[in-house]
RNA sequence: CGGGAAAUGGCUCAAUUUGGUAGAGCACUACAUUUGGGAUGUAGGGGUUGCAGGUUCAAAUCCUGUUUUCCCGACCA
């Protein structure tokens, strides 16, 4: 009766990094192209990305901002015009080649990101304040050459939503950036399930050309930082540098405030990471494509036919495994797919008029009368999300060690892995040489502080900071 | 990009040391019997060994190059 384990997947405890790809594809959410970080995303791994599209885009819309789409190229010249940003991204752009040489018109890269785009967009239709603020946003993919690949962690070709939005003035840019950080923090929390930490990048890990980075933070199981979103205030350093004005009520020329922030395809692996075990994939009720999956044993078509007909009036999406597999194929089957929950119909139980039903978070077996499934359904559905979010936010909280010394600090890093949370002097010395001795980088900053030391050198502390190790 | 390991039907692997007709299990197809934790039987289909060169009468096997995957570093959403 007991369950078996998974032969598909190797233990989380035997090896964190195998059993991660071991889900990936065994839950049939990814697969390998022959292109390095090129990965293909299976119908139930994009049917994931869609519920997350759903979700943001609405969220988006509600917010006031509009979708459009940008070129996939960006001309050399154009590319150079922001110094730091070009610095920042240099290493890993994709050049446009012509038949394997060199382009007969001006060299092009395929865009890692497109705030130069944007901008030369925004320069043409940007002429007054009535214009402003301007509120785009854009879903596509984008290609940074990475030398290190895994699937949704890090992958060369980058499916995600980039949101670029430019103000009147520097206060409403500023509050553009946090407000879009909260709505990717509420996506992270509500629905997926992730307990987050939100902050600000150091000046050392914001991005090439922002003036401030603000970041989310997850913690994977093995306690390892994983950044599943940004929101970046750039001041009006990109607006000098593309010549973008407007005229203001008093028909003078001003520089506008820009932000852009995004999110990816690297959610679904803090999902994986998060939430999953050695059966498989875990799913939150509020992202599963699939919410209840139904396996029916022996001769019950009818009483399955019953309950589709009342998830569908509840508008609970389900699947019926209607294959010739046995039972215990179809169990392990759903528990590898992570459906939230699995109603057993079966011949046996129904003489008894009772239905099992199974969380798939705690692979707890109920056992329902028959009349009770839906109301069972929509009672565990909730449940089932705020016990995964609140047992996802108990482990990480576990993993968060405060240090207030050196040898605390680096006692940390030697015992286990997880967040450090410390102060910080805001010197790139001592987060560089955190770095070197322990591997250990800024997570994010969470508040300004007026007393305190530096964890490294001693000097007054400027900040309350995380520090860890990251994929 | 540095250091290490690997690549053989869809998957996991054998055959490589000592060159000589590529083999197994799982998966897949058909039929039958089964059905409460990864069913059983019978009969089938499917590979010329990641790719490109080279050595040889003969290459999965030896040599060179290259691509991809995994691990460890450096880099990044």
């Known amino acids: 009766m007991s369950e078996k384990k998974n032969e598909k997947i190797t233990s989380r405890e035997v090896d964190f990094a195998k059993w991660y790809t071991d889900v990936c594809k065994a839950a049939d959410l990814v697969d390998y192209s022959s292109v390095k970080g090129s990965m293909i995303i299976r119908p139930y791994g994009y049917a994931i990305w869609e519920r997350i599209v759903a979700i943001l885009d609405q969220k988006f819309k509600e917010t006031g901002h509009v979708n459009v789409q940008m070129p996939m190229f960006i001309p050399e010249s154009l590319f150079n015009i922001e110094k730091e940003h070009v610095e920042g991204f240099a290493p890993e752009v994709a050049w446009v080649t012509q038949g394997g040489k060199e382009p007969l018109e001006e060299k092009m890269i395929v865009r890692p990101t497109s705030e ?255 009349e009770e499934v839906i109301s069972t359904v929509l009672e565990l559905l909730p449940k089932i999300q705020k016990d995964m979010f609140d047992r996802a936010k108990e482990r990480r909280d576990q993993m968060i060690y405060e240090a207030s010394t050196y040898e605390e600090f680096l006692d940390h890093t030697k015992k286990h892995n997880g967040f450090i949370k410390t102060r910080w002097c805001g010197k790139e010395t001592c987060e560089d040489k955190i770095k070197e001795d322990t591997t250990y980088k800024s997570r994010c900053i969470i508040r300004e502080v007026e007393d305190g030391k530096c964890v490294c050198c001693g000097a007054r502390a400027k900040y309350e900071i995380y520090f860890g190790k990251q994929y």
């Open 116 to 370: 130069v785009l944007f901008c030369e967009h925004f320069k043409k239709i940007i002429k007054s304040y009535r214009d402003l603020p301007l509120l785009y946003n854009q879903w596509c993919t984008i290609v940074r050459w990475e030398k290190e690949t895994r699937p949704f962690l890090r992958s060369r070709e980058i499916l995600w939503q980039e949101g670029h939005t430019m103000h009147a003035t520097e206060e409403e840019a500023k509050e553009e950036t946090l407000r879009m950080l909260g709505v990717y923090q509420d996506l992270q929390e509500n629905y997926l399930a992730l307990p987050v930490i939100t902050g600000k990048k150091t000046e050392k890990e914001k991005f090439a050309g922002a003036e401030a980075s603000y970041t989310i933070e997850a913690m994977m199981w093995d306690g390892i930082a994983l950044q599943n979103g940004t929101s970046h205030y750039f001041g009006n350093g990109f607006a000098k540098a593309f010549g973008i004005q407007f005229l203001n009520k008093n028909n003078e020329l001003e520089t506008p405030y820009q932000t852009s922030w995004g999110v990816t395809t690297r959610m679904i692996g803090s999902i994986i990471m998060v939430h999953g075990d050695d059966y498989g994939l875990v799913l939150p009720p509020n992202i599963a494509p699939t919410k209840v999956a139904i396996i029916p044993i022996g001769k019950v078509d009818e009483v399955v036919s019953e309950i589709v007909c009342d998830l569908k009036a509840k508008d609970i999406t389900y699947m019926v495994d209607n294959s010739e597999k046995s039972p215990g194929f179809k169990f392990a089957e759903a528990e590898v797919k992570g459906y939230p929950i699995r109603l057993e119909v079966g011949e046996r139980d129904l003489k008894e008029g009772i239905i099992t039903v199974v969380r798939r978070d705690t692979l707890e077996k109920i056992k329902v009368k028959k």
